[in-house]
Nanobody, 114 residues
Framework: QVQVVESGGGLVQPGGSARLSCAVS????????LGWYRQLPGRQRVLVTS???????WYTDSVKGRFTISRDNDKRTLYLQMNALKPEDTAVYYC????????WGQGTQVTVSS
């Protein structure tokens, strides 16, 4: 049974940084392309960045140059380094495969505010 646990969010000042982690158990982690998604209240969850099995990355335009996704297959953990945070980055962040093969975790709230 797959379990997904996101962590690392919190209250961050504009221009600050945060590092999110997504620990996964029960999945053949290294075989999947993975992504970080974010969701605002009343809005759909959207893909922010992804990383392939070959570590090829993709970023939505609004986070390019500020966010970095990475993966540690041995630790079954996905990471998101977020720098130069803006108030519009405020959201609940989730991780999943690109085909939504995992159950959704509880997410981690990131609030960017002074």
């Amino acid at each position: 049974q797959v379990q997904v646990v996101e962590s690392g969010g919190g209250l961050v000042q504009p221009g600050g940084s945060a590092r999110l982690s997504c620990a996964v158990s029960g999945s053949f982690f290294r075989a999947d392309a993975l992504g970080w998604y974010r969701q605002l209240p009343g809005r759909q969850r959207v893909l922010v960045t992804s990383i392939g099995t070959d570590s090829t990355t993709w970023y939505t335009d609004s986070v390019k140059g500020r966010f970095t996704i990475s993966r540690d297959n041995d630790k079954r953990t996905l990471y998101l380094q977020m720098n130069a945070l803006k108030p519009e980055d405020t959201a609940v962040y989730y991780c999943n495969t690109l085909t939504f093969a995992w159950p959704w975790g509880q997410g981690t709230q990131v609030t960017v505010s002074s």
